[in-house]
Antibody, heavy 118, light 109 residues
Framework: QVVLVQSGAEVKRPGTSVKISCKPSGYRFTTHDIHWVRQVPGQGLEWVAIINPETGTTEYAQDVQGRVTVTSDTSAATVFLEVRRLRSDDTAVFYC???????????WGQGTPVIVSS | ETVLTQSPGTLSLSAGDRATLSCRASQSVNKNFVAWYRQKPGQTPRLLIYDASNRATGIPDRFSGSASGTDFTLTIARLEPEDSAVYYCQQYGNSPQWTFGQGTRVEIK
């Protein structure tokens, strides 16, 4: 069955960077795009980015452009999300999700909490 | 950007009731490409409906979706206690940005 396993919780200082991972299994890695979605505690879902794992082509939400990078490692069948210059309001749970054409999210990872605190 | 506005903010109903959740788009959504997700407390979102009216794998037929212009509706017939959750609509028809509604909380009295 399709499963997306994410890396564990992170606690970071403001101004530093964090890199979290998402490892899908149960299907061929390169056949589906992967999205990242952010959820601030107590709030709703916010789309962050998408990557084509085969080509590395990415798109980003406007408000994270320049501070977020999504990459894929096809040999490890893993997708990564890096957030730089962390701020306290970056504290959130980040989910990866598999894209199913024409663009809905049919499987989700368990979420990775990122806490930014001095 | 296509903004999705969900109403009501909170729905408080009894088990066995019918729940009607609304999602209004700020502009037409190409091919009615709207999905609905359920997020139970402390859990990951789960896909319920895609393409406005198609149930995802394993979703019971108590859940149904419909579309009319820029209005999208999720109906849950015969509420069960396990349906207590936040429900989000999402559009994926107006690329390149994917957007979510702010959510409707369903409480079972």
């Amino acid at each position: 069955q399709v499963v997306l396993v994410q890396s564990g919780a992170e606690v970071k200082r403001p101004g530093t960077s964090v890199k979290i991972s998402c490892k899908p299994s149960g299907y061929r890695f390169t056949t589906h795009d992967i999205h990242w979605v952010r959820q601030v505690p107590g709030q709703g879902l916010e789309w962050v980015a998408i990557i084509n794992p085969e080509t590395g082509t990415t798109e980003y939400a406007q408000d994270v452009q320049g501070r977020v990078t999504v990459t894929s490692d096809t040999s490890a069948a893993t997708v990564f999300l890096e957030v730089r210059r962390l701020r306290s309001d970056d504290t959130a749970v980040f989910y990866c999700a598999r894209d199913r054409l024409p663009g809905y999210f049919d499987h989700w990872g368990q979420g990775t909490p990122v806490i930014v605190s001095s | 950007e296509t903004v999705l506005t969900q109403s009501p903010g909170t729905l408080s109903l009894s088990a066995g009731d019918r729940a009607t959740l609304s999602c209004r788009a700020s502009q037409s959504v190409n091919k009615n490409f709207v999905a609905w997700y359920r997020q139970k407390p402390g859990q990951t979102p789960r896909l319920l409906i895609y393409d406005a009216s198609n149930r995802a794998t394993g979703i019971p037929d108590r859940f149904s979706g419909s579309a009319s212009g820029t209005d999208f509706t999720l109906t849950i017939a015969r509420l069960e206690p396990e349906d207590s959750a936040v429900y989000y609509c999402q559009q994926y028809g107006n690329s390149p940005q994917w957007t979510f509604g702010q959510g409707t909380r369903v409480e079972i009295k």
